[in-house]
C-alpha cells in the first residue's frame, strides 16, 4: 500500500513558476514509478510528466516539454514536479500516482493516488 500526499499548488500569475511536491509513505518508493497527471475542469485527467523508479527515464507530455521538470529523492520518498513559464491553459487539479509495475503515460496503469493540488495561473 502507497499513500501519496501533493503539496505546493497555489495562485500564480502567468510566466510565474512553481514547484509541487509529492510525499509517499511505504517502503518500495525507491522501486516505484512515478507520474504527475492533470485534470482542469470539464476535461479528463492527462498525464503530464512521468519518472521511472531509477529516475532514469522520463516522460514529458507535449505541452510539458521544455517548461515542466519532474525529480525524485528516493532518500525523502518524495517526486517533485517544477513548473516554470506558466501559462493560463495549465490550471488544474494536479495529481501524483504511484505505479510499482513501470509507470508511463496510462493513467490506468497507476495504483495509487494523491488527493491532488490546485494550480491556478492568472493571465
Known amino acids: 500500500q502507497v499513500q501519496l500526499v501533493e503539496s505546493g499548488g497555489g495562485l500564480v500569475q502567468a510566466g510565474d513558476s512553481l514547484r509541487l511536491s509529492c510525499a509517499a509513505s511505504g517502503r518500495a518508493f525507491s522501486s516505484t514509478a512515478m507520474g504527475w497527471f492533470r485534470q482542469a475542469p470539464g476535461k479528463e485527467r492527462e498525464f503530464v510528466v512521468g519518472i521511472s523508479a531509477t529516475g532514469l527515464i522520463i516522460q514529458h507530455a507535449d505541452s510539458a516539454k521544455g517548461r515542466f521538470t519532474i525529480s525524485r529523492d528516493n532518500t525523502k520518498n518524495t517526486v517533485y514536479l517544477q513548473m516554470n513559464s506558466l501559462k493560463p491553459e495549465d490550471t488544474a487539479v494536479y495529481y501524483c500516482?504511484?505505479?510499482?509495475?513501470?509507470?508511463?503515460?496510462?493513467?490506468?496503469?497507476?495504483?495509487?493516488w494523491g488527493q491532488g493540488t490546485q494550480v491556478t495561473v492568472s493571465s
Open positions: 500516482a504511484a505505479d510499482q509495475r513501470g509507470g508511463g503515460r496510462l493513467s490506468g496503469k497507476y495504483d495509487y
